[in-house]
Protein backbone atom coordinates (compact mmCIF):
# COMPACT_ATOMS: atom_id res chain seq x y z
CA UNK A 1 0.00 0.00 0.00
CA UNK A 2 1.21 3.42 -0.90
CA UNK A 3 1.16 6.10 1.55
CA UNK A 4 -0.50 9.50 0.55
CA UNK A 5 1.10 12.45 -0.08
CA UNK A 6 -1.50 14.14 2.82
CA UNK A 7 -2.90 12.79 5.61
CA UNK A 8 -6.22 11.43 5.51
CA UNK A 9 -7.57 13.39 9.01
CA UNK A 10 -6.57 16.43 10.10
CA UNK A 11 -5.42 17.49 13.98
CA UNK A 12 -7.87 20.45 14.00
CA UNK A 13 -10.37 21.22 17.03
CA UNK A 14 -13.25 21.43 14.49
CA UNK A 15 -12.88 17.99 13.27
CA UNK A 16 -11.75 16.31 16.20
CA UNK A 17 -15.56 15.53 16.81
CA UNK A 18 -15.62 13.80 13.07
CA UNK A 19 -12.71 11.37 14.26
CA UNK A 20 -13.41 7.33 14.95
CA UNK A 21 -11.69 5.24 17.14
CA UNK A 22 -11.09 1.88 15.60
CA UNK A 23 -9.32 -1.45 16.39
CA UNK A 24 -5.97 -2.59 14.47
CA UNK A 25 -4.23 -5.23 14.04
CA UNK A 26 -1.13 -3.58 14.11
CA UNK A 27 1.06 -0.45 13.36
CA UNK A 28 3.67 0.15 10.78
CA UNK A 29 5.29 2.82 11.14
CA UNK A 30 8.57 4.34 10.03
CA UNK A 31 11.41 7.02 10.69
CA UNK A 32 12.11 9.05 7.96
CA UNK A 33 14.17 11.98 7.32
CA UNK A 34 11.67 15.36 7.13
CA UNK A 35 12.14 18.76 7.22
CA UNK A 36 9.38 20.28 9.20
CA UNK A 37 8.96 23.55 7.88
CA UNK A 38 7.20 24.87 10.63
CA UNK A 39 9.57 24.17 12.79
CA UNK A 40 12.11 26.08 10.64
CA UNK A 41 10.74 28.43 9.37
CA UNK A 42 9.98 30.05 13.11
CA UNK A 43 12.73 28.91 14.87
CA UNK A 44 13.57 32.24 16.41
CA UNK A 45 9.76 32.29 17.84
CA UNK A 46 10.16 28.67 19.10
CA UNK A 47 13.54 29.34 20.69
CA UNK A 48 11.50 32.49 22.75
CA UNK A 49 8.47 30.62 23.10
CA UNK A 50 10.74 28.27 24.86
CA UNK A 51 13.15 30.20 26.95
CA UNK A 52 9.61 31.99 28.27
CA UNK A 53 8.39 28.21 28.86
CA UNK A 54 11.65 26.85 30.52
CA UNK A 55 12.23 29.53 33.02
CA UNK A 56 8.54 28.94 34.58
CA UNK A 57 9.39 25.45 34.61
CA UNK A 58 13.27 25.31 35.12
CA UNK A 59 13.81 21.50 34.30
CA UNK A 60 12.20 21.85 30.96
CA UNK A 61 14.12 19.62 28.65
CA UNK A 62 14.27 20.40 25.24
CA UNK A 63 14.64 16.59 24.19
CA UNK A 64 13.96 14.43 20.44
CA UNK A 65 10.66 12.98 19.59
CA UNK A 66 8.23 11.46 16.35
CA UNK A 67 6.05 13.09 15.44
CA UNK A 68 3.56 11.62 12.65
CA UNK A 69 3.49 13.34 9.26
CA UNK A 70 1.73 10.58 6.64
CA UNK A 71 -0.53 7.93 7.36
CA UNK A 72 -3.23 5.74 6.38
CA UNK A 73 -5.72 2.42 7.65
CA UNK A 74 -6.25 -0.08 5.17
CA UNK A 75 -7.78 -3.50 6.23
CA UNK A 76 -6.90 -3.15 10.01
CA UNK A 77 -3.62 -1.61 9.32
CA UNK A 78 -1.93 1.86 10.04
CA UNK A 79 0.84 2.64 7.64
CA UNK A 80 3.00 6.12 8.13
CA UNK A 81 5.66 7.60 8.72
CA UNK A 82 7.23 9.45 11.14
CA UNK A 83 10.16 12.43 11.65
CA UNK A 84 12.79 13.54 14.63
CA UNK A 85 12.32 16.79 15.35
CA UNK A 86 13.10 18.82 18.87
CA UNK A 87 10.40 19.33 22.03
CA UNK A 88 10.42 23.20 21.74
CA UNK A 89 8.84 22.85 18.10
CA UNK A 90 6.71 20.44 19.68
CA UNK A 91 6.06 22.21 22.36
CA UNK A 92 5.06 25.52 20.01
CA UNK A 93 2.74 23.55 17.85
CA UNK A 94 0.74 22.40 20.53
CA UNK A 95 0.59 25.73 22.22
CA UNK A 96 -0.33 27.90 19.46
CA UNK A 97 -3.28 25.60 18.53
CA UNK A 98 -1.72 23.22 15.99
CA UNK A 99 -0.96 25.47 13.16
CA UNK A 100 0.29 22.55 11.02
CA UNK A 101 -2.48 20.66 10.64
CA UNK A 102 -0.45 17.87 8.55
CA UNK A 103 1.75 16.67 11.01
CA UNK A 104 0.14 14.70 14.38
CA UNK A 105 1.36 13.34 18.13
CA UNK A 106 1.30 9.76 18.39
CA UNK A 107 3.20 9.10 20.96
CA UNK A 108 1.23 6.88 23.54
CA UNK A 109 1.09 3.69 25.67
CA UNK A 110 0.40 2.18 22.48
CA UNK A 111 3.78 2.64 20.78
CA UNK A 112 5.51 1.54 23.80
CA UNK A 113 3.81 -1.77 24.18
CA UNK A 114 4.61 -2.64 20.76
CA UNK A 115 8.47 -2.07 20.87
CA UNK A 116 8.58 -4.14 24.41
CA UNK A 117 9.38 -7.86 24.38
CA UNK A 118 6.60 -9.84 24.25
CA UNK A 119 3.86 -7.53 24.21
CA UNK A 120 4.34 -6.22 27.58
CA UNK A 121 3.56 -2.82 28.32
CA UNK A 122 5.95 0.07 29.76
CA UNK A 123 4.07 2.18 32.10
CA UNK A 124 6.17 5.84 32.75
CA UNK A 125 4.46 8.38 35.97
CA UNK A 126 4.48 11.86 35.03
CA UNK A 127 6.59 14.12 36.61
CA UNK A 128 5.84 17.49 37.94
CA UNK A 129 8.18 18.89 34.85
CA UNK A 130 6.32 18.09 31.86
CA UNK A 131 4.34 20.20 29.92
CA UNK A 132 2.34 18.00 27.75
CA UNK A 133 1.36 14.96 30.22
CA UNK A 134 4.39 12.59 29.01
CA UNK A 135 7.32 11.45 31.46
CA UNK A 136 10.36 13.20 30.45
CA UNK A 137 12.15 9.48 30.76
CA UNK A 138 9.78 8.36 28.26
CA UNK A 139 11.19 9.16 24.97
CA UNK A 140 14.51 7.57 26.70
CA UNK A 141 13.03 4.54 27.65
CA UNK A 142 11.66 4.08 24.48
CA UNK A 143 15.10 4.85 22.71
CA UNK A 144 16.93 2.23 24.81
CA UNK A 145 14.02 -0.49 24.64
CA UNK A 146 14.28 0.09 20.50
CA UNK A 147 18.14 -0.70 20.86
CA UNK A 148 17.94 -3.79 23.32
CA UNK A 149 15.11 -5.26 20.55
CA UNK A 150 17.74 -4.37 18.01
CA UNK A 151 20.58 -6.23 19.52
Same mark, same amino acid.
Given at each position: MTLPDKPEVTAKPEVVAKLEVMA??? !????????????ARARRAEIDRHFARRKLAQPALWNGRLLLLNCFAVHDGVLRGSSFET???SF??????DFPDAGVFNIFA !? !?????????? !??????????SATGYAKGAYLIADEMIKARAA
Open positions: LDR !AEIAVRPWQWEFDYALAWRDW !A !AALQGICAGG !ALAVLQQTGN
